[in-house]
Each structure stands twice: as structure tokens, then as C-alpha cells.
């Protein structure tokens, strides 16, 4: 199941999207089981919007749920703008990413309003631990990713050629994310 919807990138217009066309959450059949058959069955709430407390929240962000009619299971989508299973956003995440690429460290990343150093190593060690399968996915899609070699090149190429929020959605085809 594609748990990316890629077509909603802003946070505004998720929670437009989620009054006006549910059916662009719905997924086809049940991550689970398969069955084709799933059922609205509420919502669940985010705190997605990490705005400045000088702009108006957005938050609590509402995330339709689904149900399976056979295995019971439950299952969502969520827009571009929301990471799955992540408190900050993509944009967040592939900022680190890059200062991280470009020889920062840990520490210095962390500084100011960005994660925690704990947070930050968590992602670095994620995104070292999947780049083989990432690397694989990727490159099969964009030829342009096959002509660059070693770690920091190629995350750097991707991330000028689809950003991080870009690839996630490409690898959510193939694999779940994050």
C-alpha cells in the first residue's frame, strides 16, 4: 500500500482535502490482508504543524482511518507534508541531512531550533542503515542518480533532484518508509 499521498504537499491543503475529497486517502485494498474492501472508521489527530507560536496552528491535524470489512486491521494515508512514524517534517529531517553530508557534526546540527542530537544521530544512522535498498530503489527510477558513486554524492544528487520529502515518495512504491 503507497502510504504517501503525493498529490497534497501542503499542510492546508491536507486538511482541506480531508473534508472536501476523502477519497484521495482511501487506500485501495487493506495493507494486511488485501481484501479490497475498507471502510471509513474515524480519525486520528497529529500535532503536524510546527509553526512559529507567532502564526496561527493548524493543529491538531486530522488523519482518516480506515478499516478492513475481513481482518479488522486499521490502516491511513497521509499527505507529502507529514513523515510517517516522524515528529518533524521532511524538510526538517533533509536540512540535517545535508549539514550532516557537508561535514557537520552532530552537535552543531542540533543547535537552535533543530532536533535533538539523539535525533539527529537516529537519522543518519537510519538513513546509513537503508541507503543500499534506497540506493537500489533509486536509481532504478532516475538514471541521472546512476552516474554519481559513493554516499554523500548520491544524497546529495537526490536530494537536489527530488528532495528528501521526493525520494520518500518514490521509495514508498517499493518499501515502507520511513
Known amino acids: 500500500m503507497r502510504r504517501i499521498v ?5 499542510l492546508e491543503q491536507h486538511v482541506e482535502a480531508v473534508q472536501e475529497t476523502p477519497g484521495l486517502y482511501r487506500p485501495l485494498c487493506c495493507p494486511h490482508c488485501g481484501v ?4 471509513q472508521h474515524g480519525f486520528y489527530y497529529r500535532k503536524a504543524d510546527r509553526r512559529t507560536q507567532g502564526e496561527a496552528s493548524l493543529n491538531p491535524v486530522p488523519i482518516r482511518r480506515y478499516c ?3 481482518c479488522r486491521h486499521t490502516c491511513s494515508r497521509l499527505p507529502l507534508c507529514i513523515a510517517p512514524r516522524r515528529w518533524y517534517d521532511w524538510a526538517v529531517q533533509q536540512g540535517v541531512l545535508i549539514q550532516l553530508l557537508n561535514g557537520f557534526s552532530r552537535r552543531e ?3 537552535g531550533a ?6 539527529v544521530a537516529r537519522w543518519w544512522h537510519w538513513l546509513q542503515g537503508r541507503t543500499a535498498h534506497f540506493e ?3 536509481r532504478a527510477r532516475d538514471p541521472e542518480l546512476g552516474r554519481v558513486a559513493g554516499f554523500a554524492a548520491f544524497w546529495a544528487k537526490a536530494f537536489e533532484s527530488h528532495g528528501l520529502p521526493g525520494a520518500m515518495v518514490i ?4 518499501m515502507i518508509v520511513p
Open 171 to 174: 521509495l514508498d512504491h517499493e
Open 109 to 111: 546540527c542540533a543547535r
Open 68 to 70: 478492513c470489512s475481513v
Open 36 to 39: 479490497k474492501v475498507v471502510w
Open 136 to 138: 537500489f530503489h533509486l
Open 114 to 119: 533543530a532536533p535533538s542530537r539523539h535525533t
Open 6 to 10: 503525493a498529490s497534497i504537499a501542503p
